[in-house]
């Protein structure tokens, strides 16, 4: 049977809610298989983040990695292709840290794909009818961080991240929302069509 690791984050800034912590335990307890889903919550922290996935990874032994996070100003679910070599934080994180051009992980390479069937996830999000995109960008903070270290701790398996906007009531300042339904079902599927894929090698 295929297993799929499917993780959120933690509340970060202040925020009462993070979108992808509440769409992973939603998915969870309402998954039916027939892949086995496990999920975990990610501290926003630098520090913690990587390792507690690579933990997640090591206990659980998946086919398949997808980590979620919120991008704020997106109204879009945002497939990653590329995560950089690179922290460099606009803000502290949860822990109070902020890397400023520092690497991910020193002497690494400088970018790595993403291992998901990246095209596939969005055709079928966007086919559900939910707005989706491929994006060449996870940014510089925790969410990249995540990626790229998972991509070099795990090349034998598929990797990736996805982006969500903020969930419809949990948006500051008016930016982009999608309703939570649409963000559980995105993810949804895109746990789908990686686990479909996971029989193949990593592209």
């Not at 922290?45 to 997640?56: D, H, K, N, S, Y």
């Not at 690494?108 to 994006?135: N, Y």
Request: hydrophobic share 45%; with cysteine.
């Amino acid at each position: 049977m295929t297993k799929v690791l499917l993780t959120g984050f933690e509340p970060f800034g202040g925020d009462a809610h993070n979108p992808t912590q509440d769409a992973v335990l939603t998915l969870r307890d309402r998954w039916t298989g027939p892949e086995a889903l496990v999920t975990g919550i990610l501290p926003v922290t630098f520090a913690g983040a990587p390792e507690a996935l690579r933990r997640l990874v090591d206990a659980e032994d998946p086919d398949v990695v997808i980590a979620t996070g919120v991008a704020g100003g997106r109204g879009a679910i945002s497939v990653e292709r590329v995560g950089v070599n690179l922290q460099d934080a606009r803000i502290p994180d949860n822990a109070g840290a902020r890397p400023v051009d520092a690497e991910s992980l020193p002497g690494g390479p400088a970018a790595a794909f993403a291992t998901l069937p990246v095209e596939d996830i969005v055709r079928a999000v966007a086919d559900a009818g939910i707005p989706c995109e491929v994006s060449l960008s996870a940014g510089t903070f925790v969410c990249n961080h995540v990626l790229y270290r998972a991509l070099q701790h795990s090349p034998q398996r598929r990797v990736g991240f996805i982006h969500v906007p903020w969930a419809t009531g949990q948006a500051p300042a008016g930016e982009p929302e999608l309703p939570p339904e649409q963000i559980v079902r995105a993810l949804e599927l895109a746990v789908r069509v990686a686990a479909e894929s996971a029989g193949g090698s990593p592209r």
